[in-house]
């Protein structure tokens, strides 16, 4: 899936503020706002 997004991306923007999950095990992203730009 990566290497699709690598041939069709050629710059990912964020666009918004990241809202982090409440979680004691991982570190993720509730929220990540992204533009991605095509190449």
Same mark, same amino acid.
């Given at each position: 899936m990566l290497r699709a997004l690598i041939?069709?991306?050629a710059r990912i923007e964020v666009v918004g503020y990241?809202? $982090?999950a409440v979680n004691n095990i991982i570190? $993720?992203?509730e929220r990540l706002p992204l533009h991605l730009i095509p190449a």
């Open positions: 041939d069709r991306v990241a809202e $982090r570190h $993720r992203f």
